[in-house]
């Protein structure tokens, strides 16, 4: 079993930065694909990027966010610059490795235009 818990997210001016971390229990992290998904009021979770032996992003978000892991700390990341309203919503992680699939609890991220 992993566990998974966000951080980092909160209520940032259009045009700032903010850095979501996720950080994993129980398992050795390093065997598994990491993903950031996030969901908007009314909208289904939408994949936003993902590390395993590349980094993938969905368009929206490309060379404004970057995706990045530290092994030794079981932690994700997610830098996300140039923020937008359009960004608003609770961003998750989610590993995987096989068909087990686990999901963080997400946290919020809030874009005032």
């Known amino acids: 079993q992993v566990q998974l818990v966000e951080s980092g997210g909160g209520l940032v001016q259009a045009g700032g930065s903010l850095r979501l971390s996720c950080t994993a229990s129980g398992r050795t992290f390093s065997n598994y694909d990491l993903y950031w998904y996030r969901q908007a009021p009314g909208k289904e979770r939408e994949f936003v990027a993902s590390?395993?032996?590349?980094?993938y992003y969905t368009d929206p978000v490309k060379g404004r966010f970057t995706i990045s892991r530290d092994d030794a700390q079981n932690t994700v990341y997610l830098q996300m610059n140039r923020l937008k309203p359009e960004d608003t919503a609770i961003y998750y992680c989610n590993a995987r490795n096989g068909g087990a699939s686990y999901w963080g609890q997400g946290t919020q991220v809030t874009v005032s235009s």
């Open positions: 590390i395993s032996w590349g980094t």
